[in-house]
């Protein structure tokens, strides 16, 4: 699997924009840009992904270079309960059915100020 | 929708003990996962059914460890002869092939202590 690289930790203050680095540089064609994060005492949960273009949903944006080597998490309000681990994550896409486990890092713990 | 459970959520045992997890997946997905996560450490993936067949085993996953899905529903994780190395969190997932990319949900875990 391509491998990313996180920064261990970031800080931020509540209510104000997080940006949430990830370098893949040997990131494949077919790889999608994966997002979870994980609550204290919780299993991960999904946030967003993406290809190529950028993506928003209701919980983050996602930020994707134009070579398509690094990627960026934006939370655009950080709350208290955005308190987490943070990973980035490449899945490949293909017929094989082998893109089904996910390859976790250490990922980067976001610490949310009051 | 009730999302993914894992039972039960915390287990002491002692070395040499065997110990057994259940994981109840989302109803409709077909697919189910074993995570295992140490303490700082993100989630290693152990292994995954399709529906009642086990596709893949992690080379982490030794000869002590067993899982099963039996019918497809939810599913069993074994430990026999437990060692202190085994502690860790034991996280199940669940997933449906909509679309590509199978987004997986996460129950809770089930942390494990041996003492």
């Known amino acids: 699997d391509a491998k990313t690289t996180q920064p261990n930790s970031m800080e931020s203050n509540e209510e104000e924009p997080v940006h949430l680095p990830c370098n893949h540089s040997?990131?494949?064609?077919?790889?999608?840009i994966h997002w979870y994060r994980q609550l204290p005492s919780q299993g991960p949960e999904y946030v967003i992904h993406g290809l190529t273009s950028n993506v928003n949903n209701r919980m983050a944006s996602l930020a994707i270079a134009e070579d398509r080597k690094s990627s960026t998490l934006i939370l655009h309000r950080a709350t208290l309960r955005d308190a987490a681990v943070y990973y980035c994550i490449l899945r490949a896409l293909n017929s094989g059915g082998s893109n089904y486990k996910l390859t976790f890092g250490k990922g980067t713990l976001l610490t949310v100020n009051p | 929708d009730t999302g993914v459970s894992q039972d039960p959520r915390h287990k002491i045992t002692k070395r040499g003990q065997n110990v057994t997890f259940r994981c109840d997946p989302i109803s409709e997905h077909n697919r189910l996962y074993w995570y295992r996560q140490t303490l700082g450490q993100g989630p290693e993936f152990l292994t995954y059914f399709q529906n009642e067949a086990q596709l893949e085993k992690s080379r982490l996953l030794s000869d002590r460890f067993s899982a099963e899905r039996p019918k497809g529903s939810f599913s069993t994780l074994e430990i026999q002869r437990t060692e202190q190395g085994d502690s860790a969190m034991y996280l199940c997932?669940?997933?449906?092939?909509?679309?590509?990319?199978?987004?997986?949900?996460f129950g809770p875990g089930t942390r494990l202590t041996v003492t």
């Open positions: 040997t990131i494949s064609g077919t790889d999608y």
């Open positions: 997932a669940s997933s449906f092939p909509s679309g590509r990319l199978h987004e997986q949900y």
